[in-house]
Protein backbone atom coordinates (compact mmCIF):
# COMPACT_ATOMS: atom_id res chain seq x y z
CA UNK A 1 0.00 0.00 0.00
CA UNK A 2 2.92 2.58 0.95
CA UNK A 3 4.50 1.21 -2.66
CA UNK A 4 1.47 2.16 -4.00
CA UNK A 5 1.30 5.56 -2.97
CA UNK A 6 4.25 6.50 -3.16
CA UNK A 7 4.22 5.71 -6.42
CA UNK A 8 1.75 8.45 -7.13
CA UNK A 9 2.98 10.87 -5.06
CA UNK A 10 6.50 10.87 -3.97
CA UNK A 11 5.75 11.27 -0.35
CA UNK A 12 9.15 8.87 1.02
CA UNK A 13 10.93 11.72 -0.93
CA UNK A 14 9.23 14.68 0.32
CA UNK A 15 9.51 12.94 4.54
CA UNK A 16 13.28 12.70 3.28
CA UNK A 17 13.40 16.21 2.32
CA UNK A 18 12.18 17.13 5.45
CA UNK A 19 13.61 14.88 7.83
CA UNK A 20 16.77 14.81 7.05
CA UNK A 21 17.90 18.67 6.60
CA UNK A 22 21.65 18.97 7.86
CA UNK A 23 21.68 20.42 11.41
CA UNK A 24 25.20 22.02 11.86
CA UNK A 25 27.29 20.77 15.34
CA UNK A 26 26.63 22.37 18.14
CA UNK A 27 22.98 23.25 17.64
CA UNK A 28 21.63 23.53 21.36
CA UNK A 29 18.31 23.97 22.90
CA UNK A 30 17.94 27.26 22.38
CA UNK A 31 17.13 26.33 18.42
CA UNK A 32 13.77 23.97 19.00
CA UNK A 33 11.54 28.17 20.23
CA UNK A 34 10.95 27.82 16.21
CA UNK A 35 9.12 24.48 16.54
CA UNK A 36 7.71 25.71 19.94
CA UNK A 37 6.06 28.80 17.83
CA UNK A 38 4.59 26.23 14.82
CA UNK A 39 3.13 23.83 17.76
CA UNK A 40 1.14 26.70 19.19
CA UNK A 41 0.30 28.03 15.86
CA UNK A 42 -1.55 24.36 15.25
CA UNK A 43 -2.91 24.63 18.28
CA UNK A 44 -4.48 27.76 17.65
CA UNK A 45 -5.97 26.80 14.12
CA UNK A 46 -7.07 23.36 15.34
CA UNK A 47 -8.79 25.32 18.77
CA UNK A 48 -10.17 28.08 16.54
CA UNK A 49 -11.68 25.59 13.69
CA UNK A 50 -13.21 23.58 16.62
CA UNK A 51 -14.59 27.12 18.48
CA UNK A 52 -16.04 28.47 14.81
CA UNK A 53 -18.93 24.86 14.89
CA UNK A 54 -20.57 26.42 17.89
CA UNK A 55 -20.07 30.25 17.36
CA UNK A 56 -22.61 32.67 16.20
CA UNK A 57 -21.03 36.33 14.70
CA UNK A 58 -23.83 38.48 16.00
CA UNK A 59 -24.41 41.03 18.61
CA UNK A 60 -27.97 39.11 19.80
CA UNK A 61 -26.14 35.46 19.55
CA UNK A 62 -22.46 35.77 20.07
CA UNK A 63 -22.55 36.05 23.93
CA UNK A 64 -24.98 33.16 24.36
CA UNK A 65 -22.99 31.02 21.70
CA UNK A 66 -19.86 31.47 23.80
CA UNK A 67 -21.59 30.30 27.09
CA UNK A 68 -22.89 27.51 25.07
CA UNK A 69 -19.85 26.08 24.19
CA UNK A 70 -18.33 26.64 27.98
CA UNK A 71 -21.31 25.45 29.27
CA UNK A 72 -23.04 22.80 26.99
CA UNK A 73 -20.00 21.38 24.75
CA UNK A 74 -18.28 18.22 25.47
CA UNK A 75 -14.86 19.77 27.07
CA UNK A 76 -16.04 23.82 25.91
CA UNK A 77 -14.70 24.70 28.55
CA UNK A 78 -11.23 22.97 28.06
CA UNK A 79 -11.58 24.09 23.99
CA UNK A 80 -12.01 27.57 24.47
CA UNK A 81 -9.43 27.68 27.67
CA UNK A 82 -6.62 26.06 25.04
CA UNK A 83 -7.84 28.95 22.77
CA UNK A 84 -7.76 31.97 24.84
CA UNK A 85 -4.37 30.63 26.73
CA UNK A 86 -2.80 29.58 23.82
CA UNK A 87 -2.80 33.27 22.62
CA UNK A 88 -0.65 34.28 25.40
CA UNK A 89 1.67 31.23 25.08
CA UNK A 90 1.75 32.63 21.12
CA UNK A 91 2.90 35.65 22.41
CA UNK A 92 5.60 34.85 24.24
CA UNK A 93 7.25 32.08 22.33
CA UNK A 94 7.05 34.79 19.38
CA UNK A 95 9.32 36.80 21.28
CA UNK A 96 11.20 34.70 23.26
CA UNK A 97 12.03 32.97 18.96
CA UNK A 98 12.68 36.72 18.15
CA UNK A 99 15.13 37.30 21.10
CA UNK A 100 17.04 34.47 20.46
CA UNK A 101 17.40 35.18 16.83
CA UNK A 102 18.72 38.40 17.89
CA UNK A 103 21.15 36.88 20.90
CA UNK A 104 22.72 34.33 17.84
CA UNK A 105 23.06 36.96 15.09
CA UNK A 106 20.69 35.09 12.99
CA UNK A 107 18.92 37.87 10.87
CA UNK A 108 22.41 38.68 9.40
CA UNK A 109 22.91 37.88 5.69
CA UNK A 110 21.71 36.17 3.98
CA UNK A 111 18.88 35.47 5.96
CA UNK A 112 17.49 39.54 6.11
CA UNK A 113 14.48 38.40 4.35
CA UNK A 114 13.77 35.64 6.96
CA UNK A 115 13.96 37.95 9.47
CA UNK A 116 11.80 40.75 7.63
CA UNK A 117 9.21 37.48 7.21
CA UNK A 118 9.50 36.70 11.34
CA UNK A 119 8.86 40.40 11.57
CA UNK A 120 5.40 40.42 9.93
CA UNK A 121 4.43 37.12 11.68
CA UNK A 122 4.69 38.46 14.93
CA UNK A 123 2.25 41.27 13.49
CA UNK A 124 -0.15 39.02 12.52
CA UNK A 125 -0.15 37.19 15.55
CA UNK A 126 -0.55 40.27 17.55
CA UNK A 127 -3.66 40.94 14.99
CA UNK A 128 -5.23 37.79 15.92
CA UNK A 129 -4.92 38.48 19.44
CA UNK A 130 -6.62 41.85 18.92
CA UNK A 131 -9.60 40.59 16.37
CA UNK A 132 -10.50 38.26 19.02
CA UNK A 133 -11.16 40.60 21.29
CA UNK A 134 -14.59 41.27 20.09
CA UNK A 135 -15.92 38.23 19.48
CA UNK A 136 -16.93 36.62 22.94
CA UNK A 137 -19.01 39.97 22.65
CA UNK A 138 -18.59 40.88 26.54
CA UNK A 139 -17.81 43.75 28.56
CA UNK A 140 -14.56 43.57 28.39
CA UNK A 141 -14.83 42.82 24.51
CA UNK A 142 -17.04 46.18 23.91
CA UNK A 143 -15.41 48.52 25.60
CA UNK A 144 -11.62 47.44 24.68
CA UNK A 145 -12.52 47.13 21.01
CA UNK A 146 -13.95 50.84 21.38
CA UNK A 147 -10.64 51.96 22.68
CA UNK A 148 -8.83 50.15 20.02
CA UNK A 149 -11.24 52.47 17.27
CA UNK A 150 -10.41 55.18 19.44
CA UNK A 151 -6.69 54.92 18.87
CA UNK A 152 -7.31 54.13 15.36
CA UNK A 153 -9.12 57.59 15.16
CA UNK A 154 -5.87 59.51 16.65
CA UNK A 155 -4.10 58.29 13.34
CA UNK A 156 -3.23 61.71 11.63
CA UNK A 157 -4.98 62.39 8.20
CA UNK A 158 -6.41 58.87 8.04
CA UNK A 159 -7.93 58.44 11.30
CA UNK A 160 -11.67 58.82 10.41
CA UNK A 161 -11.01 56.54 7.83
CA UNK A 162 -9.57 53.76 10.12
CA UNK A 163 -11.67 54.32 12.45
CA UNK A 164 -15.16 53.22 10.01
CA UNK A 165 -13.25 50.76 8.63
CA UNK A 166 -12.78 49.10 11.85
CA UNK A 167 -16.28 49.99 13.44
CA UNK A 168 -18.19 49.50 9.52
CA UNK A 169 -21.33 51.66 10.36
CA UNK A 170 -21.96 54.94 12.95
CA UNK A 171 -21.67 52.71 16.40
CA UNK A 172 -20.28 49.20 17.33
CA UNK A 173 -22.66 46.74 16.67
CA UNK A 174 -23.09 43.92 14.11
CA UNK A 175 -21.18 45.17 11.28
CA UNK A 176 -17.75 45.60 13.69
CA UNK A 177 -18.39 42.52 14.73
CA UNK A 178 -19.27 40.42 11.38
CA UNK A 179 -15.65 42.77 10.06
CA UNK A 180 -13.90 41.53 13.13
CA UNK A 181 -14.62 38.11 13.00
CA UNK A 182 -13.75 37.82 9.05
CA UNK A 183 -10.79 39.32 9.58
CA UNK A 184 -9.98 36.74 12.69
CA UNK A 185 -11.06 33.41 10.69
CA UNK A 186 -10.07 34.23 6.69
CA UNK A 187 -7.70 37.16 6.40
CA UNK A 188 -5.63 36.56 9.41
CA UNK A 189 -5.44 32.97 8.54
CA UNK A 190 -4.42 33.00 4.69
CA UNK A 191 -1.87 35.73 5.48
CA UNK A 192 -0.46 33.55 8.98
CA UNK A 193 -0.27 30.33 6.48
CA UNK A 194 1.70 32.02 3.63
CA UNK A 195 4.24 33.92 5.91
CA UNK A 196 4.76 31.01 7.28
CA UNK A 197 5.54 28.79 4.67
CA UNK A 198 7.76 31.13 3.30
CA UNK A 199 9.71 31.89 6.58
CA UNK A 200 10.14 28.04 6.69
CA UNK A 201 11.26 28.01 3.10
CA UNK A 202 13.71 30.34 3.98
CA UNK A 203 15.13 28.38 6.63
CA UNK A 204 15.73 25.37 4.62
CA UNK A 205 17.06 27.72 1.74
CA UNK A 206 19.42 28.87 4.10
CA UNK A 207 20.01 26.42 6.34
CA UNK A 208 19.82 27.31 10.18
CA UNK A 209 22.60 29.52 11.67
CA UNK A 210 24.20 27.35 14.32
CA UNK A 211 25.63 28.34 17.30
CA UNK A 212 27.88 31.51 17.33
CA UNK A 213 30.88 29.81 17.32
CA UNK A 214 31.18 26.96 15.17
CA UNK A 215 31.99 23.79 17.16
CA UNK A 216 33.84 21.12 15.28
CA UNK A 217 32.36 18.02 13.79
CA UNK A 218 29.72 16.79 10.98
CA UNK A 219 26.24 17.99 10.70
CA UNK A 220 23.68 16.02 11.99
CA UNK A 221 19.99 14.99 10.19
CA UNK A 222 17.09 16.70 11.98
CA UNK A 223 15.11 13.17 12.71
CA UNK A 224 15.82 12.00 15.21
CA UNK A 225 18.68 13.92 16.96
CA UNK A 226 17.52 17.37 16.92
CA UNK A 227 13.90 15.89 16.19
CA UNK A 228 13.94 14.61 19.68
CA UNK A 229 14.58 18.12 21.79
CA UNK A 230 11.91 19.50 19.74
CA UNK A 231 9.39 16.87 20.48
CA UNK A 232 10.99 17.26 23.97
CA UNK A 233 10.67 20.93 24.48
CA UNK A 234 6.76 21.37 22.33
CA UNK A 235 5.13 18.54 24.65
CA UNK A 236 6.47 20.55 27.80
CA UNK A 237 4.80 23.68 26.56
CA UNK A 238 1.58 21.85 25.58
CA UNK A 239 1.23 20.13 29.28
CA UNK A 240 1.84 23.28 31.04
CA UNK A 241 -0.60 25.02 28.31
CA UNK A 242 -3.64 21.71 29.16
CA UNK A 243 -2.66 22.42 32.01
CA UNK A 244 -3.40 25.80 32.99
CA UNK A 245 -6.24 25.38 30.69
CA UNK A 246 -7.70 23.01 32.84
CA UNK A 247 -7.09 24.55 36.29
CA UNK A 248 -8.60 28.30 35.03
CA UNK A 249 -11.33 29.53 33.64
CA UNK A 250 -11.02 31.66 30.47
CA UNK A 251 -12.77 34.90 31.52
CA UNK A 252 -16.17 35.68 30.57
CA UNK A 253 -17.60 38.78 31.58
CA UNK A 254 -21.05 40.03 31.33
CA UNK A 255 -23.07 40.15 28.32
CA UNK A 256 -21.57 43.32 26.29
CA UNK A 257 -23.85 46.93 28.16
CA UNK A 258 -22.57 50.11 26.03
CA UNK A 259 -24.50 51.90 28.54
CA UNK A 260 -22.41 50.56 31.40
CA UNK A 261 -20.38 53.82 31.90
CA UNK A 262 -18.80 52.46 35.13
CA UNK A 263 -17.05 49.22 33.44
CA UNK A 264 -13.18 50.81 33.07
CA UNK A 265 -11.60 48.57 29.75
CA UNK A 266 -8.75 47.05 30.33
CA UNK A 267 -6.46 45.16 27.56
CA UNK A 268 -4.63 41.62 27.64
CA UNK A 269 -0.91 42.00 29.20
CA UNK A 270 0.30 42.38 25.63
CA UNK A 271 -0.52 45.26 25.14
CA UNK A 272 -1.15 47.00 28.65
CA UNK A 273 2.08 48.62 27.91
CA UNK A 274 0.09 50.96 24.80
CA UNK A 275 -2.66 51.35 26.84
CA UNK A 276 -0.33 52.56 29.81
CA UNK A 277 1.84 54.69 27.34
CA UNK A 278 -0.97 56.97 26.38
CA UNK A 279 -1.29 58.44 29.67
CA UNK A 280 2.05 60.36 29.34
CA UNK A 281 0.36 61.79 25.69
CA UNK A 282 -2.86 63.14 26.11
CA UNK A 283 -5.10 65.22 23.95
CA UNK A 284 -2.91 66.35 20.61
CA UNK A 285 0.11 64.42 21.47
CA UNK A 286 -1.77 61.34 21.52
CA UNK A 287 -0.33 60.08 18.23
CA UNK A 288 3.07 60.37 19.26
CA UNK A 289 2.01 57.02 21.35
CA UNK A 290 -0.73 55.07 19.27
CA UNK A 291 1.41 55.79 15.67
CA UNK A 292 4.68 57.52 16.21
CA UNK A 293 6.84 55.26 18.66
CA UNK A 294 5.11 52.00 17.54
CA UNK A 295 5.55 52.53 13.99
CA UNK A 296 9.49 53.90 14.83
CA UNK A 297 9.93 50.46 16.76
CA UNK A 298 8.16 48.07 13.94
CA UNK A 299 10.44 50.18 11.23
CA UNK A 300 13.47 49.20 13.31
CA UNK A 301 12.71 46.05 13.37
CA UNK A 302 12.25 45.80 9.41
CA UNK A 303 15.28 47.30 8.78
CA UNK A 304 17.77 45.80 11.54
CA UNK A 305 19.53 43.21 8.92
CA UNK A 306 19.81 46.42 6.61
CA UNK A 307 21.48 48.56 9.88
CA UNK A 308 23.67 45.98 11.38
CA UNK A 309 25.38 45.02 8.48
CA UNK A 310 28.64 43.43 9.68
CA UNK A 311 29.08 39.83 10.21
CA UNK A 312 30.11 39.73 14.10
CA UNK A 313 27.24 37.72 15.43
CA UNK A 314 29.27 37.55 19.05
CA UNK A 315 26.61 39.96 21.24
CA UNK A 316 29.32 41.35 23.00
CA UNK A 317 30.84 42.95 19.33
CA UNK A 318 26.96 44.27 19.24
CA UNK A 319 26.57 46.22 21.97
CA UNK A 320 23.69 49.01 20.69
CA UNK A 321 21.63 45.99 19.01
CA UNK A 322 21.63 44.04 22.50
CA UNK A 323 21.43 47.48 24.27
CA UNK A 324 18.29 48.42 22.06
CA UNK A 325 16.28 45.62 22.85
CA UNK A 326 17.22 45.74 26.34
CA UNK A 327 15.93 49.36 26.39
CA UNK A 328 12.42 48.47 24.44
CA UNK A 329 11.80 45.57 26.63
CA UNK A 330 13.08 47.24 29.97
CA UNK A 331 10.40 50.00 28.79
CA UNK A 332 7.24 47.38 27.75
CA UNK A 333 7.74 45.84 30.99
CA UNK A 334 7.76 48.76 33.32
CA UNK A 335 4.88 50.20 31.30
CA UNK A 336 3.35 46.68 31.60
CA UNK A 337 3.77 46.80 35.24
CA UNK A 338 2.47 50.73 35.92
CA UNK A 339 -0.51 49.56 33.90
CA UNK A 340 -1.55 46.56 35.94
CA UNK A 341 -0.98 48.50 39.20
CA UNK A 342 -3.23 51.19 38.28
CA UNK A 343 -5.91 48.45 37.19
CA UNK A 344 -8.93 48.48 39.33
CA UNK A 345 -9.59 44.82 41.31
CA UNK A 346 -12.80 44.66 40.15
CA UNK A 347 -13.75 46.72 37.63
CA UNK A 348 -16.68 44.54 35.56
CA UNK A 349 -18.04 44.70 38.38
CA UNK A 350 -18.17 47.92 40.96
CA UNK A 351 -20.20 47.75 44.10
CA UNK A 352 -23.79 49.06 43.39
CA UNK A 353 -26.21 49.69 46.00
CA UNK A 354 -29.39 48.07 46.61
CA UNK A 355 -32.41 48.94 44.29
CA UNK A 356 -34.34 50.69 46.91
CA UNK A 357 -34.15 54.04 47.35
CA UNK A 358 -32.17 54.82 50.50
CA UNK A 359 -30.63 51.41 51.31
CA UNK A 360 -27.10 50.54 50.27
CA UNK A 361 -26.12 46.77 49.18
CA UNK A 362 -25.03 44.76 46.02
CA UNK A 363 -26.93 43.51 43.87
CA UNK A 364 -28.09 42.96 40.58
CA UNK A 365 -27.76 46.32 38.64
CA UNK A 366 -30.11 47.39 36.15
CA UNK A 367 -30.09 49.03 32.36
CA UNK A 368 -28.56 52.18 33.37
CA UNK A 369 -28.56 54.98 30.79
CA UNK A 370 -25.49 56.89 31.37
CA UNK A 371 -23.85 56.40 28.24
CA UNK A 372 -26.37 58.98 26.74
CA UNK A 373 -25.52 61.24 29.58
CA UNK A 374 -21.36 61.07 30.11
CA UNK A 375 -19.84 57.87 28.86
CA UNK A 376 -20.39 59.51 24.95
CA UNK A 377 -19.58 63.09 25.33
CA UNK A 378 -21.63 64.16 22.38
CA UNK A 379 -24.56 62.77 24.16
CA UNK A 380 -23.57 65.80 26.50
CA UNK A 381 -23.41 68.06 23.80
CA UNK A 382 -27.28 67.47 22.76
CA UNK A 383 -29.34 67.87 26.42
CA UNK A 384 -29.12 70.64 28.71
CA UNK A 385 -27.73 71.42 32.07
CA UNK A 386 -31.21 70.76 33.79
CA UNK A 387 -31.38 67.42 31.95
CA UNK A 388 -28.31 66.28 32.81
CA UNK A 389 -29.25 66.76 36.55
CA UNK A 390 -32.18 65.64 36.42
CA UNK A 391 -31.60 62.03 34.59
CA UNK A 392 -29.10 61.91 37.38
CA UNK A 393 -31.41 62.79 40.17
CA UNK A 394 -33.45 60.12 38.91
CA UNK A 395 -30.65 57.06 38.64
CA UNK A 396 -30.04 58.53 41.91
CA UNK A 397 -33.76 57.65 43.60
CA UNK A 398 -34.27 54.85 41.64
CA UNK A 399 -31.58 53.01 41.74
CA UNK A 400 -29.78 54.48 45.05
CA UNK A 401 -26.43 55.19 43.62
CA UNK A 402 -24.98 58.28 44.21
CA UNK A 403 -21.63 60.09 42.31
CA UNK A 404 -19.76 57.97 44.97
CA UNK A 405 -20.70 54.74 43.45
CA UNK A 406 -19.32 55.15 40.22
CA UNK A 407 -16.58 58.16 41.40
CA UNK A 408 -15.25 56.29 44.53
CA UNK A 409 -12.44 59.12 45.98
CA UNK A 410 -13.10 61.76 44.09
CA UNK A 411 -14.77 63.86 46.44
CA UNK A 412 -18.37 63.06 44.95
CA UNK A 413 -19.35 61.87 48.63
CA UNK A 414 -20.40 65.15 49.82
CA UNK A 415 -23.11 65.51 46.48
CA UNK A 416 -26.69 64.99 47.62
CA UNK A 417 -29.13 65.16 44.93
CA UNK A 418 -31.89 65.34 48.26
CA UNK A 419 -30.04 67.44 49.87
CA UNK A 420 -30.41 70.50 47.56
CA UNK A 421 -33.99 72.53 46.19
CA UNK A 422 -32.64 73.09 42.50
CA UNK A 423 -30.38 69.87 41.57
CA UNK A 424 -28.11 72.13 39.86
CA UNK A 425 -27.01 74.39 42.85
CA UNK A 426 -24.09 71.75 43.61
CA UNK A 427 -21.02 73.77 44.89
CA UNK A 428 -18.37 74.58 41.96
CA UNK A 429 -15.57 72.63 43.84
CA UNK A 430 -18.02 69.16 43.89
CA UNK A 431 -18.94 69.95 39.86
CA UNK A 432 -14.60 70.02 39.27
CA UNK A 433 -14.64 66.61 41.26
CA UNK A 434 -17.06 65.24 39.14
CA UNK A 435 -15.55 66.08 35.83
CA UNK A 436 -12.39 64.77 37.04
CA UNK A 437 -13.46 61.76 37.62
CA UNK A 438 -15.21 61.14 34.80
CA UNK A 439 -11.69 61.97 32.84
CA UNK A 440 -10.24 59.72 35.13
CA UNK A 441 -12.30 56.98 35.11
CA UNK A 442 -13.47 57.06 31.60
CA UNK A 443 -10.61 58.61 29.25
CA UNK A 444 -7.21 57.82 31.56
CA UNK A 445 -7.50 61.05 32.81
CA UNK A 446 -7.43 63.61 30.05
CA UNK A 447 -9.36 66.27 29.63
CA UNK A 448 -11.90 65.28 27.48
CA UNK A 449 -14.72 66.44 29.47
CA UNK A 450 -14.44 69.72 30.31
CA UNK A 451 -17.02 72.55 31.83
CA UNK A 452 -18.18 73.60 28.31
CA UNK A 453 -18.96 70.45 27.48
CA UNK A 454 -22.32 71.26 29.26
CA UNK A 455 -22.48 74.96 29.25
CA UNK A 456 -22.40 75.59 25.59
CA UNK A 457 -22.95 79.07 25.17
CA UNK A 458 -20.96 80.47 28.18
CA UNK A 459 -17.13 81.62 28.30
CA UNK A 460 -15.44 78.52 27.21
CA UNK A 461 -13.25 77.03 29.99
CA UNK A 462 -11.08 74.62 27.64
CA UNK A 463 -9.51 72.70 30.76
CA UNK A 464 -11.60 71.22 34.18
CA UNK A 465 -10.38 74.08 36.89
CA UNK A 466 -8.01 72.78 39.43
CA UNK A 467 -9.76 72.44 42.65
CA UNK A 468 -9.02 75.83 44.10
CA UNK A 469 -10.21 77.73 41.46
CA UNK A 470 -14.19 77.92 42.25
CA UNK A 471 -17.29 79.28 39.90
CA UNK A 472 -19.79 81.22 40.86
CA UNK A 473 -22.82 79.85 41.71
CA UNK A 474 -25.25 78.51 38.35
CA UNK A 475 -27.48 80.56 36.48
CA UNK A 476 -31.34 78.81 37.26
CA UNK A 477 -31.57 79.68 33.44
CA UNK A 478 -31.84 77.19 31.25
CA UNK A 479 -28.77 76.82 28.71
CA UNK A 480 -29.61 77.14 25.09
CA UNK A 481 -28.80 73.67 23.51
CA UNK A 482 -26.85 74.38 20.06
CA UNK A 483 -27.95 71.05 18.49
CA UNK A 484 -28.61 67.21 19.29
CA UNK A 485 -25.64 65.04 17.96
CA UNK A 486 -26.56 62.20 15.41
CA UNK A 487 -27.54 59.23 17.48
CA UNK A 488 -28.14 60.72 20.60
CA UNK A 489 -32.03 60.04 21.77
CA UNK A 490 -34.20 62.61 23.25
CA UNK A 491 -34.28 63.42 26.98
CA UNK A 492 -37.25 61.45 26.92
CA UNK A 493 -36.84 58.71 26.02
CA UNK A 494 -33.72 58.41 28.08
CA UNK A 495 -36.30 58.98 30.94
CA UNK A 496 -38.56 56.32 29.90
CA UNK A 497 -35.61 53.46 30.12
CA UNK A 498 -35.20 54.59 33.33
CA UNK A 499 -38.71 53.71 34.16
CA UNK A 500 -38.40 50.51 32.21
CA UNK A 501 -35.89 49.73 34.70
CA UNK A 502 -37.31 50.37 38.00
CA UNK A 503 -40.68 48.96 37.02
CA UNK A 504 -42.43 50.81 35.18
CA UNK A 505 -44.59 54.48 35.70
CA UNK A 506 -46.27 53.02 39.06
CA UNK A 507 -43.81 53.05 40.97
CA UNK A 508 -42.78 56.86 40.30
CA UNK A 509 -45.08 57.73 43.13
CA UNK A 510 -42.64 56.63 45.42
CA UNK A 511 -39.76 58.23 44.43
CA UNK A 512 -37.99 61.33 46.59
CA UNK A 513 -36.60 62.96 43.96
CA UNK A 514 -37.39 66.53 42.38
CA UNK A 515 -37.37 64.97 38.88
CA UNK A 516 -40.75 62.83 40.11
CA UNK A 517 -41.95 65.02 42.40
CA UNK A 518 -41.31 68.61 41.59
CA UNK A 519 -40.48 69.29 45.26
CA UNK A 520 -37.57 67.86 47.75
CA UNK A 521 -38.90 65.80 50.69
Known amino acids: MRDWLDNRTGFRGLLKHLLDEPIPSGVGWWFVTGSIVLFLL ?21 YDSVRFIVERVTFGRLLRGLHFLGASFIVIAAVVHMLRVVASGSYKKPRELNWIVGVLLLLVILAFALTGYLLPWDQKAYWATTVTINIARSVPLVGDFLSGLLRGGTDLGALTLMRWYAVHVFLLPACLVVFTIAHIYLMRRHGISGPIKPVAGAPTPFYPYHALKDTIAVSIVFALLLAMAIVFNA ?18 WYFMSLFELLKYF ?39 VVGGFCVVLVGITLLTVLGYRSTPTAASAPQQAASQPGTSGSGQ ?3 VMVEDVFKNVQALKGITVDEFMGTMGLMSASLGLCCSDCHPG ?58 DQLYSEASPELDDVVSRADGVPP ?9 QAIGGPDKVAGI ?10
Not at 251 to 268: F, S
Not at 292 to 320: H, Q, S, T
Open 42 to 62: AVQLVTGIALAFFYSPSPDTA
Open 251 to 268: PLDAVADPTDAAYVPRPE
Open 282 to 320: PGRFEPVATVIIPGLVIMLLLLLPFLDRRPDRDPAKRPL
Open 365 to 367: RGP
Open 410 to 467: AGTESVKWEDDSNPRKVTARQMVRMVQAINRDNFSGRQVVTCWTCHHLRDIPLQTPRL
Open 491 to 499: VNEIIDKYL
Open 512 to 521: KSVVATGKVE
